[in-house]
């Protein structure tokens, strides 16, 4: 397939590509995704396969506005109301009661939807050109990290979609926070940039849990923690076995975000001693804990954050850097289970898994 590259003042280009059924890559304020009309089945099935993404993990749907909720979900409950008026646009998804109008493909045949409303001004040009909600994961192959920006994109997916949209570098860098919202009780799915400190200082005394998966994240990380699964090798088309329940939101139960390095996670304190056990082995290393005193097997290539936010800015970048420069290592810093700091385990915990 020849990918068109597309810049930022091409919208109108853009938005034709999805509304004539073709697959487009685009910015967001988290990561780069790969859209389809979300009313289009044929179209968002090709994005399955553009990502040899198994058939039982949902699509997140995007929409311009909160006055389109009404079009992607048969109901919004009060409490996803007020995190759609706090935190919108921004990185958050929320899982809705979906509309009928929604494709089986979508939802991977569940009742549910995860809508979201992107902050990124590349991303609000193009739905509102677009002029209908767009169903996209993020644009790369699965497994790998996702692209944050224009360069890992056209990495990842030139010549298998229609076209890539160029807007910069993602100002996140990690995929949206995922929330489940029942009468009181708000779940936390997938860890991102909106905090559960955040959202309990809009909530107050709501309950805020999290699944068991995304519990972990919160745990040592590390591969004895993650559990790899079989069943994304096969690419689009690929089912769970009858007793299992696709995934009720991306990032759930698949194996994600890994380069081709091995990733190794260790805490500011256990440095020194992960690093001499590396004499001889071309190693990456990122964190906010600088590399000092009797550090004295030193990276290939390192990447110093100023802080946890850019940390997760540059987490996945970092990933396609070191693979670039041939380490056969990553050794990442492991942040307190706090904050974005939760987000960032839960990464890690998967790219080590």
């Not at 930022?8 to 034709?16: D, F, H, R």
């Not at 693979?323 to 987000?343: H, T």
């Amino acid at each position: 397939m020849q990918t068109l590259f597309l810049g930022p003042k091409q919208i109108g280009e853009a938005a034709g590509v999805i509304r004539r059924g073709g697959l487009l890559v685009f910015p967001t304020e988290t990561v780069y995704g790969l859209g389809a009309s979300a009313w289009d089945a044929e179209a968002c099935r090709a994005i399955f396969t553009a990502k040899g993404r198994p058939a039982d993990n949902p699509l997140i749907v995007h929409i311009a506005t909160p006055a389109l909720l009404g079009e992607v979900a048969a109901a919004v409950p009060g409490q996803a109301r007020r995190l759609f008026d706090a935190f919108s646009p921004g990185p958050l998804t929320i899982i809705l009661p979906r509309s009928p109008r929604i494709p089986d493909v979508v939802t991977a045949g569940l009742d549910t939807v995860g809508v979201r409303i992107p902050s990124h001004p590349v991303a609000r040009s193009l739905l509102k050109a677009v002029g209908v909600p767009v169903a996209a994961p993020s644009a790369n192959r699965s497994g790998r990290p996702s692209p944050t920006d224009f360069a890992a994109a056209v990495a990842q997916m030139r010549g298998r979609v229609d076209a890539i949209l160029d807007g910069g570098e993602c100002e996140h860098g990690l995929e949206s926070t995922i929330l489940r919202v029942v009468g009181r009780q708000v779940t936390v799915l997938r860890e991102g940039a909106i905090t559960r400190e955040m959202i309990a200082g809009v909530l107050g005394d709501v309950p805020i849990g999290a699944s068991a998966d995304t519990g972990a994240a919160g745990g040592a990380a590390g591969g004895a923690e993650a559990a790899g699964d079989p069943e994304t090798a096969g690419g689009a088309g690929v089912r769970s076995p009858a007793h299992r329940r696709p995934a009720e939101a991306p990032g759930m139960r698949h194996t994600h975000y890994r380069p081709e390095a091995r990733v190794v996670t260790v805490t500011a304190g256990e440095l020194p001693a992960a690093l001499r056990r590396l004499e001889g082995i071309r190693f990456g290393y990122i964190g906010v804990t600088p590399l000092l005193g009797d550090c004295t097997t030193r990276p290939a290539v390192s990447v110093l954050a100023s802080d946890l936010e850019d940390y997760a800015r540059r987490l996945y970048r970092s990933f396609y850097l070191f693979d670039a420069a041939g380490c056969d290592v990553i050794v990442a810093e492991l942040p307190a289970s706090a904050g974005i700091g939760r987000a960032l385990r839960d990464r890690l915990r998967r790219a080590a898994g």
